[in-house]
């Protein structure tokens, strides 16, 4: 991390809405500077250029005064959160005004998104998708911008926006309080006070996970009626035609596309309600994480496992063999 300043340290890596096309990296240190490097042809590291590839981290001279609390990066823009609740975004806007600043004008340094349903609103938390965004408030409501075309605004149709719209509170959503959000290639999804799930936008393999292959438009609820009966989600994380729930006994939950196995459950078999990862009995995982082909885990004691896609030893379990289940992440 040569481009880090000095005495600073690394405290969050921003998640990428993965895709075999994009490869930018973001990062916000312990003084809440953030950094981008990697594939830009759009400006979506936020330095200012469209040089590509940024080689070396470079700080976002244009966020300066600014701390910055999270950051994301969806295919070709990012967004940004700040102490104060404000939004930020950069890169492209010409494919379907995912900036949130009611234009679909690209731009290579960060700007800010403060209009449409964010008007006065304080942001806690900013996912990204592969062309749209999402805003979660201190109030619990989420907001949404940029590609609609498959219903992942949430706002009850499928119409692109070009600045942030509230998702429809009248159906499934009614009276819930949100506390995380995360942002799939195409889908959304939302976490409430009480440890429900609920999802919206692509489902051509089930992952929006209510037992269908239908896109919804607005937000539904993750089937309860099989594995996810009466348990506690804690957290979230989703991709390209794939989602993930972690519970708060340790226990992953996955459903979707499953060509590879990335949904651990030991089978090839796309998965359109949610399915137990197999192979962590007794072990308790604390994190999760989900790229389109391959899926991570942490568990309690620092220990780390994958299983999906292995072609390029994305697992780390020193083979290229691909995993319908989990399996430990070896030390170098």
């Not at 099989?226 to 979230?236: D, Q, V």
């Amino acid at each position: 991390m040569t481009g880090v300043s000095s005495g600073q340290t690394i405290t969050s890596l921003g998640p990428v809405t993965s895709s075999s096309t994009n490869g930018t990296m973001t990062a916000i240190d312990s003084a809440g500077s953030a950094y981008g490097w990697g594939y830009n042809n759009f400006g979506q590291t936020g330095v200012g250029t469209t040089t590509t590839p940024i080689k070396v981290p470079t700080k976002l001279t244009a966020l300066a005064g600014k701390t910055i609390k999270q950051i994301a990066t969806g295919l070709l823009h990012t967004v940004a959160l700040d102490s104060t609740g404000k939004v930020y975004a950069w890169g492209d806007n010409s494919s379907a005004g995912q900036l949130g600043n009611g234009t679909t004008i690209s731009s290579l340094t960060p700007v800010a998104v403060t209009g449409g349903a964010l008007a006065g609103k304080t942001i806690t938390a900013v996912a990204a998708g592969f062309f749209h965004t999402l805003a979660l408030d201190s109030t619990g409501k989420v907001y949404a911008w940029g590609d609609g075309v498959y219903g992942q605004l949430g706002n009850s149709n499928s119409v692109q926006q070009n600045s942030p719209v509230a998702v429809t509170t009248t159906g499934a959503l009614s009276g819930k309080t949100i506390v995380a959000i995360a942002a799939g290639g195409r889908m959304s999804m939302a976490l409430d006070s009480n440890g429900q799930l609920y999802t919206w936008g692509q489902n051509g393999s089930g992952e929006v996970g209510d037992g269908t292959t239908t896109t919804r438009n607005a937000p539904v609820a993750v089937s309860t009626t099989g594995l996810l009966s009466g348990k506690n989600i804690t957290a979230i994380s989703s991709a390209y035609s794939k989602s993930m729930a972690l519970d708060s006994n340790g226990r992953v939950y996955a459903w979707g596309s499953n060509a590879y196995g990335q949904l651990g459950d030991g089978t090839t078999t796309d998965r359109s309600s949610p399915t137990l990862v197999t192979g962590l009995s007794g072990i308790t995982i604390t994190g999760i994480s989900s790229s389109a082909t391959h899926s991570l885990a942490i568990d309690n004691t620092g220990k780390a496992y994958a299983w999906g896609l292995n072609t390029s030893g994305q697992l780390g379990d020193g083979t290229t063999t691909n995993r319908l289940s989990p399996v430990l992440v070896t030390n170098p």
